[in-house]
């Protein structure tokens, strides 16, 4: 077992949540400029499509590496040249001036951002060994809170006319500075992260895999959120443009605010019940709102969904990050590479059912993968501390 320190680590756990803001804003960023990108070098969807998939490229391949690093030379020595280079990857999708140097640019992006993903959320269970209480979900709702800063800067500098080579420069530089000062409050490296005969490469033990299962089909909930919930306000329910973009609006935020209750809840329910209720809530919430097929029934189902995602995945993390502390890394990014997956294949999912059967239908898939969650709840209870 690892030193424990006589204090909590209060500054690396700001260190760690600026990494979170980082991520989640670097992403909003590029999200909120992604209309101007395609009108300045006048690609159509398909084309689009093809740029938007370099970013999940990127991240698979990244995640496929960087585990068995931040294991091996420690999660912190991974973020300080991880973060400067997610920054910096945001130049070259904003100054690109053909698909080619786009597609590129969201390569590197897209890698970037894996690598940060997975080394911030190791570095996540290293904190929290040092604390008294849960402080893991926390982490994942500032994630949010950065999306939240990253889209809104971007929303404001589309307002303005801003081009997007200036805009993304600026944020560059933003994030450079965040990561950086956030690098200087990071935890060293712990033993166990150092070597040792615990570091041989295994293959993914039966509980990481049903963890990345658990990861898959929440994302695939959330991913099928994004693209699908306006569409079936709008073209099932009959809404107006307007109430159909409220749907997803709804889900994101109950989503963010909830996961500030969400270590409270840890806390003092403990993590198989708080993951088992969650998943009750999301599956009978939105299966209920989605049968009703009234558009104020829907929101709230998607609005309860919402509510019952928020905190599971930030508990798959933390059980995923926390069975083998000498190999949380490797784990951790097999389970995100799983959960990415879902994220990227729910839409593509939903829309082979929509072919097959009608959108209700469909979207109940994500609401019954819910309830296979709250099943599965006990697969992140914590193990028993090594001594």
């Not at 166990?192 to 293959?203: D, I, K, M, N």
């Amino acid at each position: 077992m690892s030193e424990t320190l006589s204090a909590p680590p209060v500054s690396a756990r700001w260190g760690t949540i600026g990494y979170f803001v980082a991520t989640g804003a670097a992403l909003g960023t590029w999200t909120s400029r992604i209309p101007a990108i395609k009108q300045d070098l006048g690609l159509d969807d398909g084309r689009m499509t093809i740029a938007l998939f370099a970013i999940a490229v990127g991240s698979v391949l990244a995640m496929q590496v960087v585990g068995h690093l931040a294991d091996r030379f420690g999660s912190a020595r991974v973020l300080g040249p991880a973060g400067l280079a997610m920054a910096a990857s945001l130049l070259v999708p904003g100054f690109a001036g053909s698909l080619p140097v786009l597609v590129a640019g969201l390569v590197l992006f897209g890698a970037g951002h894996g690598v940060v993903d997975v080394a911030m959320n190791a570095h996540a269970m290293q904190v929290q060994r040092h604390y008294p209480k849960p402080i893991v979900i926390t982490f994942h709702a500032l994630f949010s809170v950065g999306g939240l800063i990253g889209s809104s800067v971007g929303a404001l500098a589309a307002q303005l006319g801003t081009p997007v080579p200036p805009h993304f420069a600026l944020a560059a530089l933003g994030l450079a500075v965040l990561v950086e000062v956030s690098r200087r409050r990071l935890l060293p490296a712990e033993p166990h992260q150092t070597g040792g005969p615990r570091e041989r490469a295994r293959g993914m033990s039966p509980a990481i895999l049903l963890l990345g299962v658990l990861a898959f089909s929440c994302s695939l909930g959330e991913g099928s959120m994004a693209d699908w919930s306006p569409l079936y306000l709008h073209d099932e329910l009959r809404t107006s443009p307007a109430i159909a973009a409220v749907g997803y609006a709804v889900f994101s935020t109950m989503m963010a605010v909830c996961r500030f209750l969400g270590d409270h809840l840890v806390s003092r329910f403990g993590p198989v019940a708080l993951v088992r209720t969650c998943g009750l809530i999301a599956g009978l919430g939105m299966g209920a709102g989605l049968l009703a097929h009234h558009p104020v029934a829907a929101i709230a189902g998607f609005a309860l969904f919402g509510v019952g995602l928020s905190c599971i995945i930030p508990q798959v993390f933390s059980a995923a990050g926390s069975r083998d502390p000498a190999r949380a890394g490797r784990d951790l990014a097999q389970v995100s590479t799983l959960g990415y997956g879902g994220l990227l294949a729910g839409p593509v999912i939903i829309g082979v059912i929509t072919h097959w059967t009608d959108l209700t239908a469909a979207l109940l898939v994500p609401a019954a993968l819910a309830l296979v969650v709250a099943l599965a709840a006990p697969v992140v209870r914590p193990r028993p501390a090594a001594r």
